[in-house]
């Protein structure tokens, strides 16, 4: 389907709705809203002066030789990490698909790709509204999310660069290849890291019990078991460092002291250190330099920070350059999504209704995107950024690494299945083009068999995308450990070419193809 104007344009405001039923710019009292084709995009511009505008509606029709007569499946993307909750489905009209949506016939699992056809519409990335597609039997509707947080962004003359549409078709090839061109269509650049990024990471045995001594045990054992490799494997700290579980002040507590030596003693043991981070919690109030107007009115008592205020981002590049001065070279941010939404899960909107931000002339998106940029501009060229639960679309093409699936479990072999498998192969589409595609951990602590852990380490290590993993001490014997570092081994340079065959038909595939052969994994082996 080339790409053309919408047939049905909406445009609803705080306390109105404007309809119009043919493709031409709209002009109503201050409202403007303009479309212009070239090189084959669609780009959406909108303006008005104290109208608090809400949702923008575009609908395409099929004409005749646009609609699908052979049956089809479609898969859409989600706002931030998938919950084990990814698919190609029917067409289910009430189903909305974030981002862009994959249209195709036939199926992956068949190795011959003679016959296929799979159309992708999308948006390029870094837009700035939250988008959404639904499709039906006679045609496709787009929904521009353009509020200040639940309320209209009210643009005071300013022209609103909405987003940049994309409708491409690809023939003769297996879905999987069409989704990764269109994503390279969605995000022609990024900022991919000049190495491959993988190591170890303490949550998932330690569940934020731990100290600077543990830290410095575990960094020696990824460390030996990453000896003689050329590529240096990240240690990541994650949550407990600080003097509060999952929140502020950024200061360290007393089980780790010295946040500068603890980076140089990593250093030392040759791998890349790094830590977690929570940028925009304040519930224990201990943040001396927080005003009141720095409270996120969604949130009670403004116990989130609300990062469209000026000195909000101020304070962030201050936590940020004292981590990149301490001498980590990672940071994995997190909570962020649920800091601005209150939830972990969302459908058709992101953000609910009845509070703005700081500035009520950006969108959310707007002040999603700034924040993300000002973590990543203080961070320098020399530290990574690993977002976590942070929105995919934005972050993508700015971060070099994201995690794309719920979190798995070192404890609950389902969790692990449902959050891990999902998310790897459903996102692993954009792995290496939106960011290094981070599908979670390993989780060892001898609760979940190694028979289970086994493949999941494997697909991991020889999927292209990195590998974490987090090991009690102790837990493995020598085979065991020996097969950990074969994994290291292979994923230090991310050299395999691998993906799902049966992911159109299977929420958690079994039938991989890796470096041309193809493997099976039986991830219900648990339950036979």
Same mark, same amino acid.
């Given at each position: 389907m080339d790409i053309r104007s919408p047939d049905t344009i909406t445009v609803l405001t705080e306390t109105d709705s404007y309809k119009q039923y043919f493709s031409d710019d709209l002009r109503i009292n201050d409202i403007g809203l303009f479309f212009d084709i070239k090189n084959g995009e669609l780009n959406v511009?909108?303006?008005?002066?104290?109208?608090?505008?809400?949702?923008?509606?575009?609908?395409?029709?099929?004409?005749?030789?646009?609609?699908?007569?052979?049956?089809?499946?479609?898969?859409?993307?989600?706002?931030?990490?998938?919950?084990?909750?990814?698919?190609?489905?029917?067409?289910?009209?009430?189903?909305?698909?974030?981002?862009?949506?994959?249209?195709s016939n036939g199926s992956d699992s068949v190795r011959n790709s003679i016959g296929r056809f799979t159309e992708g519409f999308g948006v390029k990335v870094q837009c700035n509204a939250f988008i959404y597609w639904k499709y039906d039997e006679g045609g496709f509707t787009l929904t521009a999310d353009i509020r200040n947080g639940g309320m209209g962004v009210i643009l005071e003359n300013r022209i609103l660069d909405v987003c940049t549409i994309l409708f491409e078709e690809y023939r003769d090839m297996s879905a999987f290849e069409a989704g990764r061109?269109?994503?390279?269509?969605?995000?022609?650049?990024?900022? #991919?890291?000049?190495?491959?990024?993988?190591?170890?990471?303490?949550w998932y045995y330690a569940y934020g019990e731990s100290s600077r001594e543990e830290i410095i045990s575990d960094t020696e054992i990824v460390s030996d078991q990453c000896a003689g490799l050329e590529n240096i494997p990240y240690m990541v700290i994650d949550d407990g460092w600080q003097k509060h579980r999952v929140d502020a002040p950024w200061e360290s507590n007393e089980k780790f002291g010295d946040m500068k030596s603890l980076a140089d003693e990593m250093k030392k043991r040759n791998v890349r250190p790094g830590i977690w981070v929570r940028y925009l919690a304040n519930t224990y109030k201990e943040i001396p330099e927080v005003k009141p107007e720095w409270g996120m009115q969604r949130a009670a008592d403004?116990?989130? #920070?609300?990062?469209?205020?000026?000195?909000?981002?101020?304070?962030?590049?201050?936590?940020?350059?004292?981590?990149?001065?301490?001498?980590?070279?990672?940071?994995?941010?997190?909570?962020?999504?649920?800091?601005?939404?209150?939830? =972990?899960?969302?459908?058709?909107?992101? /953000?609910?209704?009845?509070?703005?931000?700081?500035?009520? /002339?950006?969108t959310t998106a707007e002040v999603i995107i700034? =924040?993300?940029?000002?973590?990543?501009?203080?961070?320098?060229?020399?530290?990574?950024?690993?977002g976590c639960n942070t929105v995919s679309h934005l972050c993508a093409g700015m971060y070099e690494v994201n995690r794309t699936g719920n979190d798995t479990s070192g404890?609950?072999?389902?969790?692990t299945r449902m959050c891990g498998v999902n998310a790897l192969a459903f996102r692993l589409i954009q792995n290496g083009i939106f960011y290094m595609a981070d599908a979670d951990c390993v989780g060892i602590t001898g609760a979940i068999p190694w028979e289970l852990n086994r493949m999941w380490l494997d697909i991991l290590a020889r999927s292209g995308s990195p590998?974490?993993?987090?090991?009690?001490?102790?837990? #493995?014997?020598?085979?065991?450990?020996?097969? #950990?570092?074969?994994?290291?081994?292979?994923?230090?340079?991310?050299?395999?070419?691998?993906?799902?065959?049966?992911?159109?038909?299977?929420?958690?595939?079994?039938?991989?193809?890796?470096?041309?052969e193809e493997v099976f994994y039986d991830w219900f082996k648990d339950e036979k």
């Amino acid at each position: 389907m080339d790409i053309r104007s919408p047939d049905t344009i909406t445009v609803l405001t705080e306390t109105d709705s404007y309809k119009q039923y043919f493709s031409d710019d709209l002009r109503i009292n201050d409202i403007g809203l303009f479309f212009d084709i070239k090189n084959g995009e669609l780009n959406v511009k909108i303006t008005a002066d104290q109208t608090p505008l809400k949702y923008l509606r575009l609908r395409w029709n099929f004409q005749k030789d646009e609609k699908r007569k052979e049956p089809i499946k479609i898969f859409g993307d989600t706002y931030d990490r998938f919950s084990a909750d990814a698919r190609w489905a029917g067409i289910e009209p009430a189903r909305p698909m974030p981002w862009y949506m994959l249209v195709s016939n036939g199926s992956d699992s068949v190795r011959n790709s003679i016959g296929r056809f799979t159309e992708g519409f999308g948006v390029k990335v870094q837009c700035n509204a939250f988008i959404y597609w639904k499709y039906d039997e006679g045609g496709f509707t787009l929904t521009a999310d353009i509020r200040n947080g639940g309320m209209g962004v009210i643009l005071e003359n300013r022209i609103l660069d909405v987003c940049t549409i994309l409708f491409e078709e690809y023939r003769d090839m297996s879905a999987f290849e069409a989704g990764r061109e269109f994503c390279r269509r969605m995000c022609p650049t990024n900022t #991919l890291a000049d190495h491959k990024i993988y190591g170890s990471n303490n949550w998932y045995y330690a569940y934020g019990e731990s100290s600077r001594e543990e830290i410095i045990s575990d960094t020696e054992i990824v460390s030996d078991q990453c000896a003689g490799l050329e590529n240096i494997p990240y240690m990541v700290i994650d949550d407990g460092w600080q003097k509060h579980r999952v929140d502020a002040p950024w200061e360290s507590n007393e089980k780790f002291g010295d946040m500068k030596s603890l980076a140089d003693e990593m250093k030392k043991r040759n791998v890349r250190p790094g830590i977690w981070v929570r940028y925009l919690a304040n519930t224990y109030k201990e943040i001396p330099e927080v005003k009141p107007e720095w409270g996120m009115q969604r949130a009670a008592d403004a116990i989130i #920070l609300d990062p469209s205020h000026p000195e909000v981002l101020d304070y962030i590049r201050r936590v940020t350059r004292k981590i990149v001065d301490w001498g980590f070279e990672l940071i994995k941010h997190d909570y962020s999504s649920f800091d601005f939404t209150g939830a =972990f899960e969302y459908k058709d909107e992101f /953000t609910k209704d009845g509070w703005h931000f700081y500035d009520k /002339t950006k969108t959310t998106a707007e002040v999603i995107i700034k =924040f993300y940029q000002t973590i990543k501009e203080a961070a320098g060229e020399n530290c990574i950024i690993l977002g976590c639960n942070t929105v995919s679309h934005l972050c993508a093409g700015m971060y070099e690494v994201n995690r794309t699936g719920n979190d798995t479990s070192g404890f609950e072999w389902a969790k692990t299945r449902m959050c891990g498998v999902n998310a790897l192969a459903f996102r692993l589409i954009q792995n290496g083009i939106f960011y290094m595609a981070d599908a979670d951990c390993v989780g060892i602590t001898g609760a979940i068999p190694w028979e289970l852990n086994r493949m999941w380490l494997d697909i991991l290590a020889r999927s292209g995308s990195p590998l974490f993993v987090s090991c009690k001490p102790g837990v #493995l014997n020598d085979n065991e450990i020996a097969e #950990l570092k074969e994994a290291w081994r292979i994923n230090s340079v991310q050299e395999n070419e691998c993906r799902p065959l049966d992911w159109m038909e299977n929420q958690y595939p079994a039938y991989w193809l890796i470096d041309g052969e193809e493997v099976f994994y039986d991830w219900f082996k648990d339950e036979k």
